[in-house]
């Protein structure tokens, strides 16, 4: 697999190398050179495929020989080890990908990459320093997707008093090779942090250091799993395709996109946004203005610049008209999600977190703008988190108390430790460079 900079700088890689450096030095994103469509013979054994072997099939077919068949099989098998079930909920149908240990979507990613860096990293000598900025789910992903892995220490930044605390336990408690750094200042902060470590001269002639942001290929790659996978679960394949995704990095939809280079014929892709709209505004302007995130109740998505948007330009070559051809963009105040969350409570029995709520607000805005048939069309909204993350916010709007599955009561009974840190860039590089 070869991959090159969006900033067309910096020279091309293998897998091996875009995984471990995470960002090139040009500080651009790594793109494949090919996403092909795969084979009709896939397509036509899908349905027979458990998630695990249609997987291992994208992931082969994308990876090429970068791994051998065994080790990616084992990759995947030991990250998947959780479902995807696509669920109906009123007129649309809602892929669920929270079932995995953190509850959240991130765990696609994140497991895989853990894996991947682990065997990447086999007989290296020097052990590599990973480095995230979370605004909530990434930081417990990760964690848990590098747990014990050898060879890597992770530190995760994570913005003091904006995660929730759940969102704070599943990153905080671990131990081991995780540390948690509670950072002074907004989700912004610690992304600029940790972007500036990664071109920080000194750091990087001590340390080895790594992403697992979004913007690392290696949890891009597993995101595109799912799309397949919920079109699989469909059992009319021949409606319109629509899927809404709630966006905040824009990892996640950037897969879909992947999906859909590979073949997923996907009419059009959904963003939906929260209040930080930054994408939506570019989708109707034309003008990408990022700023500082607003706080919102779906906090994992209060994002004022994300950072696949390069990717996004990349594969569209900047081409506004080509982006409105594929993606709408919408988005939503907290009162809209809070009055979703209720009324879809009210009418299909179905608890949905703030995220989940936004996509399933865009999708709804889509089909009505179009004038769409609700049963002409496969419509699906990806849930990203289970609801019981956001208990209290939901509790109060359903009225109702939401069972906490015993795979969470496990990883909320640890104690808190945290490290305080000012959103100061060389605070932080001296406390990298001491530890
Ligand atoms: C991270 C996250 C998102 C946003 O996903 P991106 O890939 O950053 O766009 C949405 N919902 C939840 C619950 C998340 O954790």
């Avoid at 995230?132 to 050898?150: K, Q, R, W």
């Avoid at 945290?418 to 530890?435: C, R, Y």
Wanted: charge should be negative; proline fraction near 5%.
């Amino acid at each position: 697999m070869k991959l090159y900079s969006t900033k067309h700088i910096s020279p091309d890689v293998d897998l091996r190398e875009a995984v471990l450096k995470g960002l090139p030095d040009d500080n651009g994103l790594y793109m494949p050179y090919t996403i092909s469509p795969l084979p009709e013979k896939f397509w036509k054994n899908l349905d027979n495929y458990t998630f695990c072997e249609m997987a291992f099939h994208i992931a082969k077919h994308l990876i090429g020989d970068d791994i051998p068949d065994n080790e990616l099989n084992k990759i995947i098998q030991e990250a998947y080890s959780f479902d995807a079930p696509l669920i109906e909920v009123g007129d649309y149908n809602v892929l669920e990908l929270f079932h995995g240990p953190t509850l959240a979507f991130k765990d696609f990613g994140a497991r895989f990459m853990g894996r991947l860096m682990g065997y990447f990293l086999k007989d290296n000598k020097k052990e590599v320093n990973i480095l995230v900025a979370t605004s909530g789910d990434t930081g417990s992903a990760v964690a848990h997707g590098f747990l014990n892995v050898e060879g890597i220490k992770v530190t995760i930044l994570y913005p003091k008093g904006k995660v929730s605390d759940i969102q704070e336990k599943q990153f905080t408690t671990l131990g081991a090779n995780i540390t948690a750094l509670e950072v002074d200042g907004t989700f912004d902060d610690c992304q600029a942090m940790v972007k500036r470590a990664f071109l920080d001269e000194t750091l990087n002639q001590t340390l080895t250091l790594s992403s697992a942001n979004s913007i690392n290929i290696a949890r891009l790659i597993p995101q595109s799993f799912y799309y397949i996978y919920a079109y699989k679960q469909l059992s009319d394949k021949s409606l319109p395709l629509y899927f809404s995704v709630p966006s905040g990095n824009f990892g996640n939809l950037c897969a879909g996109l992947f999906a859909k280079k590979m073949g997923l014929p996907i009419e059009k892709m959904i963003a939906s946004n929260n209040a930080n709209d930054v994408f939506t505004s570019y989708h109707q302007t034309g003008n990408f203005a990022p700023r500082r995130s607003v706080q919102t109740m779906s906090n994992a998505m209060d994002v004022g610049n994300p950072s696949n948007f390069a990717r996004m330009m990349d594969i569209y070559n900047s081409d506004i008209d080509k982006v409105r051809d594929d993606i709408m963009a919408y988005t939503y105040t907290d009162e809209q999600t809070a009055t979703c969350i209720k009324t879809v409570y009210d009418k299909y029995n179905y608890v949905l977190c703030p995220h989940t709520a936004v996509a399933y607000l865009g999708l709804d805005e889509y089909v009505y703008d179009e004038d769409l048939n609700p049963n002409y069309i496969n419509g699906i909204f990806l849930s990203t988190a289970h609801p019981v993350k956001f208990g209290e916010t939901v509790e109060q709007l359903i009225g109702e108390e939401i069972e906490i599955p015993e795979r969470l009561q496990a990883l909320i009974k640890g104690e808190k430790q945290s490290i305080p840190m000012s959103a100061d860039f060389e605070a932080f590089k001296q406390w990298l460079l001491n530890n």
